[in-house]
């Protein structure tokens, strides 16, 4: 009897912690689950977006078939891939160089902390607005040098620059994390030992923070491969295309060209590269991580 | 017990009472006041006009109609150019559509496809216009141009007058030496806003429509069907046109792909820039923002024959075979608003409505007998009407479908930006595009 009444209690305690999942489970399904798996049938068929998806005709493989026939698709994935490395480098190095800073014990620690968080909490159409400002009024103004946004060999860093600005507070909350959790005993033993600061924070910090690594390089770099809204609002892919990542080329196909089936079979095969490299970038981290 | 039993029957009877099947034959009080709420209309109306000119014309327009209909009132929401009709599409594919938008039919077929568009050729007001709604293919009026839209150059004439420009250019020599002149006296000749990609496409718009436009209706829709070719075609120059858009571009102020449409008027309007080359909104745009400046106009001067410069407009198509059904003011079929639309509709055919267009939107109204002297920014134009130096360019189509029109507006953009400014190479890469997009939709 006494067993029974603390299995009822484990289980109302498991459903109280799962409640809390739902409201994520129910946005999520809502917005991804379904429509994924909705549009399964869409990249079967020729479907323009506009027309009743009834009206649309099957074509079989076609648009699969038509992807891998098409150069042109490797434009943007090279645009996707520069964006995401040039922002997987600059959100985690500014993430871990200000999280190294305000976990130092100063007078305004707690308040560079929320600073440098900030902008991320601003929506990066806001960030788009402000930093188009930036880019044609004020750097042109005070350094005489011409719009970036505006120059096709400089375009996808400058949005770089939005992101990074925009988004190095998160990373850098995860390395916080990673930092506050490493045993202060062991650069007490190193200081002991004679280990200087530089190698300190690369013996000790760096390998016991890997997990923190893993997690900030999987995710910043999936989530800028696939990025379409800020380039939308920033450069709507210009100039001349130079910013068209692979996100704005698979809505422009979705929602502008009236090409949905096509557009909806590219972003099926994009998300299999996607996961690819995810499962590859994480494993790749993972085994470099250590356990404390 | 009793009383619980009685507060939840009466509760139930309330919630069914209010249920419109379960509800007794209304009375005449309450079948007065459905009727009056039937007659209440608020009409939505999606549309893209960010100028103050074209935003005040709205505001009067509506008010003078609500004040004659009391019961009908509107919400007007504004969406820039450049997502406009990517927001306009997914909300007729979600059923959420506005009662009013405009939108180019000929680019986007499925509307009428997908009957999303209202039918609108046996209204009584289609007479009203100067020229009557083009029908498309299928005989039917979708779309309703209330607007004489056209494109040339428009200038800042005492900027001219400093510049000792006396009169305003004939033909692309005379331009060429004008722009010299201003250059000269440290005044940039053209201000270019390109960073809104729309206003690029409106400098070569200004360019075809005189050098290409008034004797090749279809040229669009061949190279569309790919019948012709962007390069080697004898009937349509383009290589001149990239040449002169690329002297417009060299003088233009320093990065117009930098520049919004916005500061590219304050140019003109400061007198730092001489001209700006787009369509006939323009001249409402820089009184709105200067009211005493002097705006004149003149038609791209593309060719050098003088009597070949002219300002073109869309008429009806010249052939059957170019039937078109245009762009303009849509209705939305599934409106439940529809008659109150109709009934605006019927205003915006009145002269009343289209004087309040002219004096603030300062365009020129598409409707019969409106005045002709509401702007005198305006006297150029009607001077060329006079010297038959207007055209009617029939069905001819500024912009191309879909993914086709993209691949114009990069290579145009990447031939401006280039060094080297290979027109030759331009066009016959803008060919292997238009093929390969073709190929794709089959």
């Known amino acids: 009897m006494q067993v029974s009444a603390r299995k009822i209690h484990s289980i109302k305690a498991s459903a109280t912690r799962l409640s809390f999942l739902l409201p994520t489970i129910f946005f999520f399904g809502i917005a991804m689950l379904i429509p994924f798996f909705l549009g399964i049938r869409v990249a079967f068929t020729d479907w323009d977006g506009i027309t009743p998806l009834s009206m649309a005709n099957y074509v079989g493989l076609h648009n699969f078939v038509s992807i891998f026939h098409n150069s042109d698709v490797l ?150 491969l696939s990025s379409a809204g800020l380039f939308l609002a920033a450069t709507h892919g210009g100039p001349g295309g130079a910013s068209e990542s692979m996100g704005l080329y698979i809505y422009n196909f979705l929602f502008k060209y009236n090409k949905a089936g096509y557009g909806q079979a590219l972003a099926y095969l994009f998300l299999a590269f996607i996961v690819v490299l995810a499962v590859l970038i994480s494993g790749i981290f993972r085994k470099r991580e250590v356990e404390m | 017990m009793k009383k619980r039993i009685a507060l939840i029957a009466a509760a139930a009877l309330m919630v069914l009472s209010a249920m419109p099947g379960c509800s007794k034959p209304s009375g005449t009080t309450s079948e007065t006041q459905s009727k009056a709420s039937e007659q209440k209309a608020v009409i939505t109306w999606m549309h893209h006009v960010q100028e103050e000119s074209g935003v005040q014309y709205m505001k009067k327009s509506t008010e003078a109609f609500t004040k004659k209909n009391p019961n009908i009132t509107f919400e007007l929401t504004m969406v820039p150019q450049d997502n406009y009709p990517t927001l306009l599409k997914s909300k007729l594919a979600a059923g959420d559509a506005p009662d009013m938008f405009d939108v180019d039919l000929d680019q986007n077929p499925g509307f009428i496809k997908s009957g999303y568009v209202y039918d609108m050729s046996k209204q009584p007001w289609l007479h009203n216009f100067i020229t009557e709604p083009p029908a498309g293919p299928d005989g039917k009026v979708y779309a309703i141009p209330t607007s004489i839209a056209f494109f040339g150059v428009f200038y800042n004439k005492d900027v001219f007058k400093t510049a000792g420009i006396s009169s305003t250019p004939t033909t692309w020599s005379e331009f060429q030496q004008d722009c010299s002149k201003l250059k000269s006296k440290g005044i940039i000749p053209i201000a270019s806003g390109y960073k809104d990609l729309w206003t690029m496409t409106c400098s070569f718009h200004a360019d075809k429509m005189t050098a290409i436009a008034p004797n090749y209706e279809d040229w669009t829709k061949q190279l569309e069907d790919r019948k012709v070719t962007w390069a080697n075609n004898p009937k349509a120059d383009m290589n001149s046109v990239l040449k002169r858009q690329a002297y417009v571009y060299d003088n233009s102020q320093k990065d117009p792909f930098g520049t919004t449409w916005d500061a590219a008027q304050d140019l003109v309007v400061t007198g730092k820039a001489a001209m700006i080359i787009n369509g006939s909104w323009t001249p409402g745009n820089l009184e709105t923002k200067d009211s005493k400046i002097n705006v004149g106009m003149f038609p791209f001067p593309s060719s050098e024959d003088a009597s070949k410069n002219v300002f073109a407009i869309n008429g009806n198509a010249k052939t059957k075979a170019n039937a078109y059904y245009g762009m303009g003011q849509c209705v939305y079929s599934k409106s439940k608003n529809v008659d109150a639309v109709m009934k605006y509709m019927a205003f915006r055919a009145t002269v009343e409505d289209g004087n309040l267009y002219q004096q603030y939107a300062k365009q020129l109204s598409a409707v019969k007998g409106c005045s002709s002297d509401f702007d005198p920014s305006y006297k150029e134009w009607f001077d060329a009407q006079k010297n038959g130096l207007v055209a009617d360019i029939g069905a001819f189509r500024r912009d191309y479908s879909g993914q086709l029109d993209t691949a114009y507006n990069n290579t145009m953009t990447n031939f401006l930006m280039s060094k080297d400014r290979n027109a030759a190479a331009t066009l016959k890469s803008l060919d292997a595009q238009f093929d390969k997009i073709a190929n794709l939709n089959k």
Not at chain 1, 122 to 137: C, E, G, P, R, T
Not at chain 1, 168 to 186: R, W
């Open chain 1, 75 to 224: 434009r943007p994935l090279r645009i996707a891939i520069i964006y995401a490395l040039l922002n997987t480098l600059g959100n985690n190095f500014f993430g871990l160089l200000f999280a190294v800073g305000v976990t130092k014990k100063y007078r305004f620690n707690k308040a560079h902390r929320l600073i440098f968080f900030m902008p991320a909490a601003l929506s990066s159409v806001l960030a788009a607005f402000m930093w188009n400002y930036i880019y044609s009024n004020v750097l042109p103004q005070i350094l005489g040098v011409e719009n970036y946004l505006s120059n096709p060999s400089s375009v996808v860093a400058a949005v770089s620059v939005i992101t990074i600005w925009g988004g190095c507070g998160v990373p850098m909350l995860i390395y916080i994390a990673g930092l506050t959790s490493v045993p202060s005993s062991l650069y007490e033993s190193a200081v002991i030992d004679g280990a200087n600061a530089f190698q300190q924070f690369w013996k000790i910090t760096i390998p016991l923070i890997m997990q923190s690594f893993t997690v900030n390089i999987t995710i910043t770099f999936t989530n800028s």
